[in-house]
């Protein structure tokens, strides 16, 4: 009886422990888990996130997959399993979106490398647009992949795109074109091809590089 | 002649005098972008800077003011809970009919006020829940337009793509309207909703 007191009381002290470590505002959304074992997988999680260095942000779109699992009545495994490999991918985006990614941006990276998107796009979208926020152009290449545009030709396009200065109304308008044609029957490469030069052809040309090693051409 | 061809104006009279059946869904939409973009007012930081440029701004009277605030801020203490902070933005430019619901994880600087309507007849209770309010089926309730019609909100999501469903007394449901995302953590598709920059 007084082992198990003791058990008690040193389980209760851990969760303190463990709830100190996180967020009032998490800590709030933790414990407002009913099962006892998804709630503790979830605590885990976060904590092992925070110690392994991922940013703060990080934690919000793990603790929505945690809360996802939760809404759709999945095991604390299931749950476990996915905040894992999600961790992977916000880890991995963080490095390709560096220096500082946004919470939306951290998310849409690793949504972005979910459906199949390749990393060296992820670094290239930050190089095309390094001071301003890329989460729609991913939320849009995510779509264009998802929806089987093979991932190289979607990334161009999108990459492209950008290079040419298309607004994010103007991409979320072609995956919206893109995904009624491939509705009817177009094949998604094909459908993709289409709407994305008839945007390319209301755009002015990318700025020319100066200075630097730019060499004329002959 | 005269009286086929005034038979004629008349039958063309009545058929354009009778209006084509409204249709419900259709007019919750409608109404849901109305609401929408009036939830999209300035925000209170651009208010604020727009009241600093004023020419009669002084800094004596900005410290009075933010004394009062305090000495308020100090009286009501702890009878706000902090999940109470973010309804003010619900109660002020929503009707009772169509609530604006604040998202749990955002900055409400650059969320962005999206209409939602869902077509259920037969359903007690529908909420939308996504990525941008942590699945809460609480968290953002839709209501029944008119006594039979669509069920409508407005949520307010920042930039980017969501994964949603709605929750359709106590059942998890796909939007049917919009495109399905397959989930290969918890075997169950989500619908998605992409949204721009405002």
Not at chain 2, 72 to 88: L, Q
Request: net charge positive; charged share 20%; glycine share 6%.
């Amino acid at each position: 009886m007084k082992a198990l007191n003791v058990c008690t009381v040193a389980v209760i002290a851990a969760g303190f422990v463990v709830a100190a470590r996180l967020g009032a505002q998490q800590e709030t959304r933790v414990t407002a888990i009913r099962d006892d074992a998804t709630r503790n997988v979830v605590m885990e999680q976060l904590t092992r996130a925070k110690d392994s260095g991922l940013p703060a942000g990080a934690m919000e779109p793990l603790m929505a997959k945690a809360l996802e699992g939760v809404a759709k009545n999945a095991s604390s495994k299931s749950i476990r399993t996915a905040m894992d490999l999600l961790q992977k991918r916000l880890r991995k985006a963080n490095d390709l979106l560096a220096p500082s990614p946004s919470v939306d941006e951290l998310s849409a990276g690793a949504d972005a490398l979910y459906v199949g998107v390749p990393e060296k796009t992820l670094r290239q979208m930050r190089q095309a647009a390094p001071r301003r926020s890329i989460a729609v152009e991913l939320g849009v290449l995510t779509e264009l992949v998802a929806r089987n545009v093979p991932p190289a030709k979607a990334s161009k396009m999108i990459l492209d795109l950008m290079a040419h200065g298309a607004t994010g109304a103007q991409l979320t308008a072609m995956n919206s074109a893109v995904q009624n044609d491939v509705a009817a029957g177009l094949p998604p490469e094909a459908a993709l091809d289409r709407h994305g030069r008839g945007i390319m052809s209301l755009l002015p040309p990318p700025p020319a590089v100066s200075g630097g090693n730019v060499r004329p051409p002959r | 002649m005269n009286d086929e061809r005034d038979e004629l104006i008349e039958r063309v009279a009545r058929s354009l005098s009778s209006l084509p059946p409204k249709n419900p869904l259709a007019t919750a939409r409608i109404l849901a972008t109305v609401r929408a973009r009036r939830a999209q007012a300035p925000s209170r930081v651009s208010i604020v800077l727009e009241w600093m440029r004023q020419p009669n701004f002084s800094f004596a009277s900005a410290g009075m003011l933010a004394a009062a605030a305090l000495a308020i801020g100090f009286v009501t203490r702890g009878a706000v809970s902090a999940r109470d902070e973010a309804a003010p933005l619900a109660a002020a430019s929503a009707s009772p009919s169509a609530p604006v619901i604040p998202a749990a994880n955002t900055d409400a600087v650059r969320s962005v006020p999206v209409p939602i309507t869902f077509d259920a007849a037969n359903a007690k209770s529908v909420s939308i829940v996504g990525d941008f309010n942590d699945w809460d089926s609480t968290a953002a309730p839709l209501t029944r337009f008119g006594s039979n019609g669509p069920w409508t909100a407005t949520v307010k999501v920042m930039p980017g793509r969501h994964l949603y469903a709605f929750m359709v007394d106590g059942k998890l449901v796909v939007d049917p309207r919009a495109p399905h995302a397959r989930d290969l953590d918890y075997g169950s598709d989500a619908s998605v909703m992409m949204v721009n920059q405002p």
